[in-house]
């Protein structure tokens, strides 16, 4: 096995898990570690360290996720209510939740010390976002938890009652929210475009 082996089978390891329980078999404390661990070590563009996470368990998951049905079914009738309720219940019957932020005044700051790439910092503040999810998802999902990446929080309404309920700077900006759990069954068929297609190498 070469050194790279035990990763990239990590990386095609991890799935989304719509089925997760409100149990897990991970003490808190580890998804804690996880969780900073990949904060800490995760890269951001000229090392601003713009991302935050707030982790929510047991009886705090469960005030995220009914504040998050309250504030999206607002409005909803009928079978479109049903259908986007039950899917959020799927969410609510996990045992914890990772909500990423990015925090906005750290990459105002930075945009005012370098203006040339005003542009760049918020694809970057997004690209970094997302390798340290990846990286949690992952973990997790080594530890044996489930879990999926939800983007509730970019609804304005949402992220308010979320900032409001949690008491979060009004700086951080909702890149993403991570329900897990145990496993409450296997993660669904995933297909494949030809590798081929997509990478092209060249060499001389
Ligand atoms: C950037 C990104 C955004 C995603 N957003 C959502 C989402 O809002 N809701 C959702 O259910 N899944 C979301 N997913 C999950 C993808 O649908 C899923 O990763 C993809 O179908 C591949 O399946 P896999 O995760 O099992 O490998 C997102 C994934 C990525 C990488």
New binding site residues.
């Given amino acids: 096995m070469s050194a790279s082996d035990a990763y990239l089978k990590a990386v095609a390891t991890?799935?989304?898990h719509?089925a997760i329980t409100n149990k897990s078999s991970v003490p808190d404390a580890k998804i804690e570690a996880i969780i900073k661990e990949a904060v800490k070590h995760s890269p951001t563009s000229f090392n601003i360290q713009s991302s935050r996470v707030v982790l929510v368990i047991g009886a705090e998951n469960t005030k995220l996720w009914k504040l998050i049905t309250e504030t999206v079914t607002k409005g909803l009738e009928g079978d479109h209510k049903t259908h986007v309720e039950g899917r959020l219940a799927g969410f609510s019957a996990g045992y914890g939740s990772v909500l990423f932020f990015e925090d906005q005044k750290v990459i105002d700051d930075i945009t005012v010390k370098f203006p040339v790439y005003t542009n760049e910092f918020p694809v970057w503040s997004t690209n970094a976002a997302?390798i340290l999810q990846h990286v949690v998802w992952t973990s997790l999902t080594l530890e044996g938890l489930g879990a999926?990446?939800?983007?509730y929080g970019a609804k304005p309404e949402v992220a308010a009652a979320i900032h409001q309920a949690f008491d979060l700077p009004t700086t951080w900006t909702s890149t993403?929210i991570m329900p897990f759990g145990d496993p409450a069954s296997p993660?669904g068929e995933?297909t494949f475009t030809p590798v081929e297609d997509r990478v092209k190498v060249f060499k001389a």
């Fill in positions: 991890r799935r989304t719509y997302g999926s990446l939800q983007h993403a993660p995933k």
